[in-house]
């Protein structure tokens, strides 16, 4: 992705925005992110509402689909500072936080940041590295901050982590464990594209001669502030917010169920139907914004007894069953207007 210059693409200041605003930046930051990534629209949008909800996403899917390729393309658009780190089984701590290195011109130890100090992580091939680096991850990616040598120094705000994972290669991976994996926000799968969309990228690249794709910069760090700022003012009843503890509740007692999702899946499912809906227009939300976001919330919070492993349950079909067991609440009649 080349350098775009800022008079040719003028930055757009986004100080003050209304929930209602949101879809209009939205819909401008995935325009840009679709001109490299195609025919994604409604992953892509997932991965913007993790991004909106001040979450964490994990990208688990086959090789070559894109993954790494949306990272940069977010990053570029949304005007954060990038920065990717290749997961291997000999990566330490201190090359993703940094490490303090003596400087003899001054005689004392200066500290020089590693790649987690960005405003766009791309953790590529998360499940590679060894717990001890992941662990690394999760307090940057929990507490905003990394502890080096007994100091702790702050990332930068916003700070997101894309992490990703192949779903198929096992060998020579360390599994993300229960507890990283709940620190992720979503997880989602951008899945083959159809043959016509696989001839689009092809034609895209025959069309531009060189493999960069050009990503206009839509807002910066501070702008994306205020879109999350206006995604908190977004308005969930309390049938809303009932409905998606039930969900969460009902994963935990599903027969294929060993350990189901723990309390921080039903506020995810909050946080991203909030920003879901700001997506769409709606300064509020409504039952089929928790629904869209249900599988990518609290499927990779679920796990399944160990006797069925070898059957077809997994943690997408617990949540389909439980969005079709438990009772939807009403839209508010008073709520109107946005788009559906």
């Not at 009843?237 to 921080?264: F, I, M």
């Amino acid at each position: 992705m080349n350098d775009v210059d800022p008079s040719t693409h003028p930055v757009e200041p986004l100080q003050l925005l209304e929930p209602a605003q949101v879809a209009g930046f939205a819909e401008r930051v995935l325009d840009e992110v679709a001109r490299a990534v195609v025919g994604k629209r409604e992953v892509l949008s997932l991965v913007l509402a993790g991004i909106l909800a001040k979450g964490h996403v994990l990208l688990e899917d086959f090789p070559g689909l894109g993954k790494t390729l949306a990272a940069r393309s977010f990053a570029g658009a949304l005007g954060l500072e990038f920065s990717r780190a290749q997961f291997t089984p000999d990566l330490l701590p201190a090359d993703l936080t940094g490490s303090y290195v003596y400087d003899q011109r001054r005689a004392e130890f200066e500290f020089r940041p590693g790649p987690v100090f960005a405003g766009l992580l791309l953790a590529d091939e998360v499940n590679r590295t060894p717990p001890k680096t992941q662990a690394a991850l999760l307090e940057a990616m929990q507490e905003g901050q990394v502890t080096v040598e007994g100091k702790t120094h702050l990332l930068p705000s916003p700070f997101h982590v894309l992490a990703t994972a192949n779903p198929v290669e096992y060998e020579g991976t360390y599994p993300l464990p229960e507890a990283q994996l709940d620190r992720f926000l979503l997880r989602v799968a951008f899945g083959y594209p159809t043959a016509g969309e696989e001839h689009d990228v092809l034609r895209r690249r025959l069309d531009r001669q060189r493999e960069e794709v050009d990503i206009a910069q839509v807002t910066d760090a501070a702008g994306l502030a205020a879109a999350q700022a206006a995604v908190e003012r977004v308005v969930v009843d309390e049938s809303v917010a009932r409905y998606c503890v039930d969900l969460a509740v009902a994963t935990r007692s599903h027969s294929d169920v060993l350990t189901g999702a723990s309390p921080r899946g039903s506020l995810g499912l909050v946080l991203t139907a909030r920003a879901w809906a700001a997506i769409r227009g709606r300064d509020f939300v409504v039952p089929e914004d928790v629904k869209v976001v249900s599988r990518a919330v609290l499927a990779h919070r679920i796990t399944v007894r160990p006797d069925l492993w070898m059957t077809e349950a997994s943690g997408s079909r617990v949540v389909d069953s439980v969005l079709a067991s438990v009772e939807t609440p009403r839209t508010l009649e008073a709520h109107r207007g946005g788009r559906p």
